[in-house]
Nanobody
Framework: QVQLVESGGGLVQTGGSLRLSCAAS????????MGWYRQAPGKQRELVAV???????NYADSVKGRFTISRVNAENTVWLQMNSLKPEDTAVYYC??????????????WGQGTQVTVSS
């Protein structure tokens, strides 16, 4: 089935930038939406940004103007460009993909996450 692999996390200083990438493999059916979520210690997982197959995007208010999500449908990849990073952006970032077809075996998939740490 579908597997998602994230990369690009790391340690940066306040104001720095990182670019996260996520590649989906084992995809037989089309992916509708892809997105990025994050979870900081002691907090619930929250939406960061999502993008539809048609290119429509939605961002959390906390990252608007700083983060940009993009994708290449033909390659089943999604990126998250993170600029002007703040300490509060520190979290494990997870990639998510949702299939257009809801299969009994599953239609939402998550990567295992990549750590982003922003020092102050």
């Amino acid at each position: 089935q579908v597997q998602l692999v994230e990369s690009g996390g790391g340690l940066v200083q306040t104001g720095g930038s990182l670019r996260l990438s996520c590649a989906a493999s084992g995809v037989i059916f089309s992916i509708n939406t892809m997105g990025w979520y994050r979870q900081a210690p002691g907090k619930q997982r929250e939406l960061v940004a999502v993008i539809t197959r048609g290119g429509s995007t939605n961002y959390a208010d906390s990252v608007k103007g700083r983060f940009t999500i993009s994708r290449v449908n033909a390659e089943n990849t999604v990126w998250l460009q993170m600029n002007s990073l703040k300490p509060e952006d520190t979290a494990v970032y997870y990639c998510k993909a949702q299939l257009e077809i809801r299969l009994p075996t599953g239609y939402e998939y998550w990567g295992q996450g990549t750590q982003v740490t922003v020092s102050s």
